[in-house]
């Protein structure tokens, strides 16, 4: 079956989270993605959990499947000379360097351009390409602090908190994903090569949503509150019997469902609640109080499945192991499996995006280091041999 | 200047944020969006923040800027009939509806392709087009704690909490997007047109990163750990003496640049943390409570500016107002301003994906209701009164 990005040949220079996650996504889609490790490896193939097994990361082996692996040391003159033999008829170069770093090593757009002039080239990084910070170093955490998503996340009466996991690593090399394919239906029709820059801190600005209108417009400062919504009741996460479930009652047609389905009609009576706005008004403490009392008498699954019947939005809280073995992320091929010639059978994330024609999928397992070696550069075993001792590969 | 999406032609049945996210992205870059909302207009335009003067949603303006305005009827047989004109000669079509009404109303992918055989038909939704729970309604919160995100954030002692903003509507218009380009350029080599699915849940799922392979691979359950990394440590947020910092310190030779930054040399001579794997085992609570007790002496701005000398990775916890005025934000036009015509100057996010040749930018407000439609229908200003009084537009 034919793939969306079929024929596309991808220089990926990318480590650790946000670049390796946009060039997984290329490579799902059926790019040709060549990962160029340095000689020592990319550092996350140390990163946690590691299979006892065989030693790999299955950090790594998650967002380096489908791609083909190489070595370069980059510092040496023939490492250079090497990756510029390949990087000639690349559609797509993708780097998450810290700033200044691709020009010191001369694999810099400027200097890659004079080879290829219509490339796309790529980069993501923490806070850009210009800007009076984009010399400095980031994490994740300081993305989520730094563009807003902290300061909104959290209980009243408790500390800030960051979401969990690295959602401004994802979040921008999904959107250097779409940077990279506007740059490549721009150069179908033009025929022109350009530069892709996405920031971790602008990716997580960019999902503040209302919190900023509600500044420039409202001229107030939203502060975080909890898992109650900001202007709907009862919308919120209770404590139920074995953990947690969402509820959204959006409107008053659902509210007059949640009153009976909770056997407490007489909600419906109370002048405190005839509207969402008087509902959000007097949410606190009363109305949250009975639907935490009625919830903690059911479970989770008995909760989804009443309020299923009743047509109100729910869904319970699921951890990880719940998460995996759900009948709908089954369902929609969320977990995906694959076969590592020396970790054996492995399962991770599938492919969010679902096309009818072309879908995306695991084909092969992340590299070995180096394992591509010849194949990509057109090295005999001599030849491999020679330029590994000498450092080059 | 041209831009990368110029000459594609959108028609676009979303509302809310989910769907208008995509398009808002599809329309910064160039692409021609037709919005085409009911007669009585997208539920939205009464979401606040509401202009005092103007009566405009701020919500509304934000994410259907660059975007042009009509109104139908869809359940009226002229409604459907103009919808069929006009998506003739599109390229996409993006919709968020609930699963089952776009087949109801008549508007679903097998009816539209029949008129248009390489649309590109892209469906946001909260569970997908299929799978057992597709018929479902939902919510951004539901999303999040089925995808697995809030069992994930939070602190230990208190209970999961979601991130604040709505990410899982952010996140699944962005795969969209990417769906959608992917379509598109597979449609450039091809002529096919194809089915985009997306949704909510799936787009959370894939956040998850290493929490799917610590269970996978390592075997266990991955819990909540509020601000602190799974591990790395010093890799935390500090609250100092006017709020928060997060700080970075990967490794060894940043911890001893840490050391000696903040007066703690002895720290270097202390066995519990000769390595980032025994910092990690031993960070609580000496190690965090004597990093917390430095902070509290200075302010966000005194500790940034001592750690960005030092090179250590660190970020203050900002609030809106202040991630909206920092100079970084500034600087990497992430706010950007247009004038609307009722409500006057606006202050909004800007464009992520920073493209060197064909850069996004916000030309024009969000419409008025059917503010286009004489243009975008062709009609006279008495086709126009009829329409409206048959309640067709």
Same mark, same amino acid.
């Given at each position: ?8 040949? +991808? ?5 650790? &989270? ?96 004079? +080879? ?36 909104? /996340? ?46 971790? +801190? ?5 999902? &503040? ?6 500044? /420039? ?40 469902? &949640? ?8 909600? &419906? ?125």
């Amino acid at each position: 079956m034919r793939k969306a990005l079929q024929g596309l040949k +991808v220089i990926d220079l990318t480590s650790a &989270l946000n670049g390796p996650f946009c060039t997984m996504m290329l490579a799902d889609y059926g790019a040709d993605v060549i990962k160029i490790e340095p000689v020592n490896g990319d550092q996350c193939r140390k990163w946690g959990p590691i299979d006892k097994k065989s030693g790999e990361s299955g950090f790594y082996c998650y967002v380096n499947r489908n791609k083909k692996g190489t070595t370069l040391n980059l510092k040496s003159e023939k490492g250079l000379q090497m990756f510029y033999e390949i990087v000639k008829d690349a559609d797509i170069l993708v780097e998450n360097y810290k700033g200044g770093v691709t020009k010191k090593l001369g694999v810099d757009y400027e200097s890659v351009k004079k +080879v290829n002039p219509t490339i796309i080239y790529a980069s993501g990084s923490g806070f850009g390409q210009y800007g009076p910070m984009s010399h400095r170093p980031c994490y994740d955490v300081v993305a989520q602090s730094m563009g807003g998503m902290v300061y909104l /996340t959290g209980f009243k009466d408790t500390n800030p908190v960051k979401a969990g996991p690295s959602i401004a690593d994802h979040v921008a090399g999904i959107y250097l994903t779409v940077g990279i394919l506007m740059a490549l239906y721009n150069r179908e029709k033009t025929g022109q090569g350009q530069l892709v820059d996405v920031s971790m +801190v602008d990716s997580i600005f960019s999902l &503040l949503e209302n919190a900023i209108v509600n500044y /420039t417009v409202g001229g107030f400062i939203p502060e975080r509150n909890g898992n109650v919504d900001q202007s709907i009741a009862p919308f919120d996460i209770y404590e139920c019997k074995d953990g947690f479930v969402a509820l959204g009652v959006g409107n008053d047609r659902l509210f007059e469902k &949640l009153c009976s389905t909770i056997g407490h009609e007489e909600l &419906l009576e109370d002048p405190r609640y005839k509207t969402n706005v008087l509902r959000f008004e007097n949410y606190i403490p009363d109305l949250q109080n009975l639907i935490h009392d009625w919830c903690k008498d059911y479970t989770k699954k008995e909760i989804d499945n009443i309020m299923d019947k009743a047509g109100i939005p729910c869904g319970p809280v699921l951890n990880i192991k719940e998460a995996i073995e759900h009948p709908h992320i089954q369902a929609r091929e969320m977990m995906v499996h694959c076969k590592h010639p020396t970790a054996g059978d492995q399962y991770f994330q599938g492919c969010v995006v679902k096309l009818s024609e072309t879908p995306g999928s695991v084909e092969t397992p992340a590299p070995l280091l180096g394992q591509h070696n010849a194949e990509v550069f057109g090295l005999t075993e001599e030849e491999i041999k020679k330029l590994s001792a000498e450092g080059v590969i």
